[in-house]
């Protein structure tokens, strides 16, 4: 702390303390407060060129496995997600490495003065901070994960070279609309004229929509399901082996090292975005790309034996679903313990619905942030599944009962899911 002179009050730190409690006003969509802090930046969202993706589920997968590729075709890139599993600085990402704390120190001090007299939100403030270190470390570029919706996320504030929507689910349905169509609307927003647009599975009607506004919009197309072939090969816990065949030609028995069908679908996702934007890195990069892409909480085997052990971000009922069609199709006969949670936002009911087919019982934790769900209110959805739950006072606790119940023979394995907040504190309890 600093003393500005003698009998002067002592002024707070700007620091990782002080930027968390800007996280109390909820969500504050709406592009002005972000314009105008970069605006005092110096625009650093024109420095450097950006892809982005957009979706409601896997477009952190998607924007990482993009990054990664380009990395492997010798790019220096800046890589920005959301949220964090364990540390802040996770983030934001060049070359691969999270940014040092002294970093966000160091920008949150000499910028405090512009981020209080736009009133900048928490989102705005680490959009910006992204910018401004993609463009000070002078990354080749950017991909950006799109935070909520697209139309007036803080990430869509440049023009992309190219952008991704990974796929459409009914989501945040009071901010974004009740109607898949109007969620896809707000997505789609994430798009420029004349850049691509490259479009995931989606609903019939969900892509005849994509069709008709991208044509009205000059914006070019491509939807996924209809130029890109792919399909799992294998799928052992080492990972996945995978055909992809696209406008580039057939990539067989490409291996990745993730686990989940769906995967398949980031990767070739992830090569449509690059192909059409013109930054395709070559074959061999890509094939060395996709080996190597590492995404933490993404169905992460964190122990295979004597039982497996997986965490795993899925936070909505269709992520529930396919992180549950992964375990039973690499262990179709062991049944896991699970410790699940979710937001208040979320529907709980369904997420536990999609858990009951795999799982031995429940543990059920207090999260440690406001917008968590009440446990009452999660064993009272498990119930209604038809699983037996237990309430826990922490990630850690559930994280030692699940274990416990494993050793004993009760369950087959260890899964933690239904929220980023249940996934960061089971790798911390992890260690």
Excluded at 122 to 136: D, G, H, K, P, Y
């Amino acid at each position: 702390m600093m003393q500005r002179e003698s009998g002067a009050a002592v002024s707070a730190p700007r620091d990782l303390r002080w930027l968390f409690a800007r996280t109390g006003g909820g969500v504050k969509l709406g592009l002005e407060r972000m314009r105008n802090l970069l605006a005092r930046l110096g625009d650093p969202q024109h420095a450097v060129p950006t892809l982005i993706v957009g979706g409601t589920n896997g477009k952190g997968s998607v924007a990482t496995i993009c990054a990664a590729l380009l990395e492997s075709g010798g790019k220096r890139v800046g890589l920005f997600t959301s949220p964090h599993l364990c540390e802040y600085e996770e983030r934001i990402r060049v070359s691969g490495e999270p940014i040092a704390a002294a970093e966000v120190r160091e920008f949150l001090e000499r910028f405090g003065p512009d981020i209080e007299a736009t009133e900048a939100t928490f989102f705005e403030i680490t959009a910006a901070l992204a910018f401004a270190t993609f463009r000070s470390r002078k990354v080749d570029l950017a991909v950006l994960e799109v935070g909520l919706g697209g139309r007036l996320d803080a990430t869509n504030v440049s023009t992309p070279l190219g952008a991704a929507v990974t796929t459409i689910e009914l989501e945040h349905t009071g901010i974004l609309g009740s109607r898949l169509v109007d969620i896809a609307g707000e997505k789609y927003a994430i798009a420029r004229p004349g850049r691509p647009l490259v479009v995931g599975s989606v609903a019939p009607e969900v892509a005849e929509w994509f069709t008709e506004r991208a044509a009205r919009d000059g914006v070019p197309l491509t939807l996924l399901d209809r130029t890109w072939k792919r399909s799992v090969t294998r799928q052992e816990p080492a990972g996945l082996q995978v055909d992809l065949d696209g406008p580039r030609g057939p990539l067989r028995d490409q291996r990745l090292a993730l686990l989940g069908s769906h995967q398949a679908d980031n990767a070739a996702l992830a090569c449509a975005l690059l192909d059409r934007a013109g930054l395709w890195p070559g074959r061999p990069a890509i094939r060395r790309g996709l080996a190597a892409a590492r995404i933490r909480g993404r169905f992460d085997l964190v122990q295979r034996d004597p039982f497996p052990v997986v965490f795993d971000v899925a936070h909505n009922a269709p992520g529930i679903a396919a992180c549950v069609q992964t375990w039973k199709q690499v262990w179709p006969e062991r049944r896991p313990a699970v410790v699940f949670s979710s937001l208040r936002d979320k529907d709980v009911v369904k997420m536990a619905q999609a858990l009951a087919p795999i799982a031995a019982c429940v543990l059920v934790p207090q999260l440690e942030t406001g917008r968590a769900r009440s446990r009452a209110d999660v064993v009272a959805a498990t119930a209604t599944a038809g699983i037996e739950a237990k309430s826990c006072s922490s990630v850690s606790e559930a994280l030692d009962l699940a274990l416990a119940a494993a050793h004993r023979g009760e369950a087959g394995g260890v899964l933690c899911a239904g929220s980023f907040h249940v996934a960061g504190a089971a790798y911390a309890a992890w260690g």
